[in-house]
């Protein structure tokens, strides 16, 4: 419901900007509201603001006419004013009409206000009053004991107010022909010539949300023993440390691209993937709106809101009924027994039957 403005904007939109500052996995949960907000006003060029390097997920969506990224500029104190000032310039150059931001921070607020739009819309925030204050127009979002049902209702509900909406909530995202032949060149260099391949991210930014590393050897190896199918590791370049401890320990058939694509990249390479296996992280919403089935180990975090939607995609969660607990590790301790205790065959069973059902794809025997 509308607490602010109202819901009659005015016709001749041109100029739309969509705010998701937000993480990756955010981003990719965004793209049906991405999708409404073009469908609702096909002659107006839908732009984007996103956290910096995030831009190149969507460079192919034929939905998004430009991508603006807020950075974190170097150099000293007026070095830095100079290129926000210019960034800043850039936006309110675009004349927008409109602004949705799909948050409830104060980051987006700012930035929607600094937009020069005439029109701002938002979910209201009750505990960051002058935060309301930057908007035009406000909807109250859903009662507290209403269920989300899947993480693109955070974003959709903020344009639904104004009779934007969808009946297609699924994430998607448009891998390029130049994006595809750059994934090609990474396996040539990296000598990555299996026609099947299984991508593995183990990593999360919150370590309680991990998987045993040694298990996950566990898993690479069986995957090559069984099925000659080669794993590769995926990740940020923070976690390179990590993943070559995995690899100098596995006997099966792995290769590591940790930290060595670009988040558009690795949409690349998530696609040319017959099956993706990972924890809670950002990955395996990239592969799922690629199109690419997914296995993710859910813990203390809650899997029914965020868990990739469809039957090719499956979750495995812990036995004890504590989960999800939602909290840091057990008694925030960032250790989680309950993923301490899942057993490698809970998953290999997971695994060889998700195989099973993609056997047209991969040609597996």
């Known amino acids: 419901m509308l607490v602010k403005g109202n819901s009659d904007l005015i016709k001749d939109i041109r100029n739309v900007l969509l705010i998701q500052l937000g993480d990756i996995g955010d981003v990719v949960w965004a793209t049906p509201t991405f999708r409404a907000v073009k469908e609702a006003y096909p002659q107006a060029n839908v732009s984007v603001l ?40 850039a936006l ?31 979910i209201v925030y ?3 009053p002058w935060r309301n204050k930057l908007f035009t127009h406000l909807a109250d979002p859903p009662p507290v004991d209403k269920t989300v049902c899947t993480a693109a209702e955070q974003s959709l509900r903020v344009v639904r107010e104004f009779g934007v909406d969808s009946q297609d909530d699924l994430p998607k995202l448009w891998v390029s022909e130049k994006i595809h032949n750059r994934a090609k060149q990474l396996f040539d260099k990296e000598g990555i010539d299996d026609n099947r391949i299984i991508t593995l991210n183990p990593f999360s930014r919150w370590r309680y949300k991990e998987y045993g590393y040694d298990k996950w050897v566990e898993i690479i190896d069986w995957l090559w023993e069984e099925y000659e199918i080669a794993t590769i590791i995926i990740g940020a370049i923070e976690e390179k440390e990590q993943s070559e401890y995995m690899v100098q320990r596995c006997c099966g058939r792995v290769f590591n691209l940790t930290g060595k694509t670009t988040l558009g990249e690795l949409a690349g390479v998530l696609n040319h993937s017959c099956l ?6 950002a990955a395996p919403h990239i592969a ?14 809650d899997w029914r809101d965020w868990a990739p939607q ?33 057993k490698v065959d809970k998953l290999k ?15 597996i025997k």
């Open 50 to 89: 996103l956290r910096e390097s995030f831009g190149s997920l969507l460079k192919a969506d034929p939905n998004i006419h430009k991508i603006f990224e807020v950075k974190r500029y170097r150099g000293n104190f007026f070095e830095k004013a100079i290129k926000q000032l210019s960034f800043i310039r």
């Open 92 to 122: 309110r150059q675009e004349h927008f009409d409109l602004v949705f931001d799909l948050r409830s921070d104060d980051r987006g607020a700012v930035m929607g206000f600094l937009s020069g739009s005439p029109i701002r819309a938002s």
């Open 126 to 128: 009750h505990y960051i």
């Open 276 to 281: 993706h296996l990972g924890v809670d992280s």
């Open 288 to 301: 799922a709106a690629v199109g690419t089935p997914t296995i993710t180990i859910y813990g203390p975090s």
């Open 310 to 342: 469809g039957d090719i995609h499956r979750v495995i969660i812990p036995d004890r009924d504590c989960a999800p607990c939602q909290q840091k590790g057990c008694d925030g301790s960032g250790i989680s027994k309950c993923l301490q205790e899942l």
């Open 349 to 363: 069973k997971i695994i060889r039957e998700s195989l099973n059902n993609c056997l047209h794809k991969t040609d």
